[in-house]
């Protein structure tokens, strides 16, 4: 585990923070795709319908035709990526993929590996 960034990385953290903030949900979330587009969501609850920000970004990707990712970020209250988020990156990036962790300040928490 690391909790260094370069600015892609924070690009990422500041879109997610960007959306949660725009769509007033509980989390935002920015993935970086193989050739380097973005994909932002938030959290989605709906009666038949309830995904979380990364997972909400990850299934942009794949909707757009992303093959893999290189990184992820979660801006969230939480203390560390829900196993759920890991679990969305891991399908699509693999295990090693970074998932960074920021507080709704844009603070980094923690980053992890999808895995």
Same mark, same amino acid.
């Given at each position: ?9 924070? $690009? @990422?953290?500041? @879109? ?29 609850? @709906?009666?038949?319908? $309830? ?40 399908d699509l990036g693999g295990a090693q ?10 603070? @980094? $928490? ?6």
């Open positions: 585990m690391t909790d260094t960034m370069g600015p892609e990385d924070q $690009k @990422l953290i500041t @879109l997610a923070r960007s959306a949660r903030a725009r769509n007033g949900v509980p989390e935002g979330a920015a993935v970086r795709d193989e050739t380097g587009r973005t994909y932002v969501a938030g959290t989605v609850e @709906l009666a038949s319908l $309830k995904l979380t920000a990364l997972q909400t970004a990850v299934a942009m990707a794949v909707a757009s035709g992303a093959r893999s990712l290189e990184a992820a970020a979660v801006v969230s209250g939480a203390e560390a990526p829900a196993e759920a988020d890991r679990a969305a990156v891991r993929t970074p998932v960074l962790l920021a507080g709704p300040d844009g603070t @980094l $928490k923690t980053t992890v590996h999808a895995g």
